[in-house]
Nanobody
């Protein structure tokens, strides 16, 4: 069982930067692929960024890859650095762990942290 807890969300202004964290309650963190997703208001959940077990490979959605950066430490924390925030970045941001094969599905999800960007 993997428990994930996101933090770092809040109300920010367009152009600001924000750092999200996700702490995983696991015995061995580096056996799990990790990712960030988000759900904008009234829309479906969408992929943001993913990182491999050892942090050597990372990917991000085309719409955010020039402003978002995913990283992880070797203990238990996943990060998402967000720069030049835009109102359209407003969403609940979720971290996920344990990718299912090569799909975009993950077995474990956090409760999410709200990011609201004012114009």
């Amino acid at each position: 069982q993997v428990r994930l807890q996101e933090s770092g969300g809040g109300l920010v202004q367009a152009g600001d930067s924000l750092s999200l964290s996700c702490v995983a309650s696991v015995r061995t963190f580096n056996i799990y692929d990790m990712a960030w997703f988000r759900r904008p208001p009234g829309k479906e959940r969408e992929f943001v960024a993913a990182i491999s077990k050892n942090g050597g490979d990372a990917d991000a959605a085309d719409s955010v890859k020039d402003r978002f950066a995913i990283s992880r430490d070797y203990v238990n924390t996943l990060y998402l650095e967000i720069h030049h925030l835009r109102p359209e970045d407003t969403a609940v941001y979720y971290c996920a762990a344990d990718r299912v094969g090569t799909s975009s599905e993950y077995n474990y999800w956090g409760q999410g942290t709200q990011v609201t960007v004012s114009s």
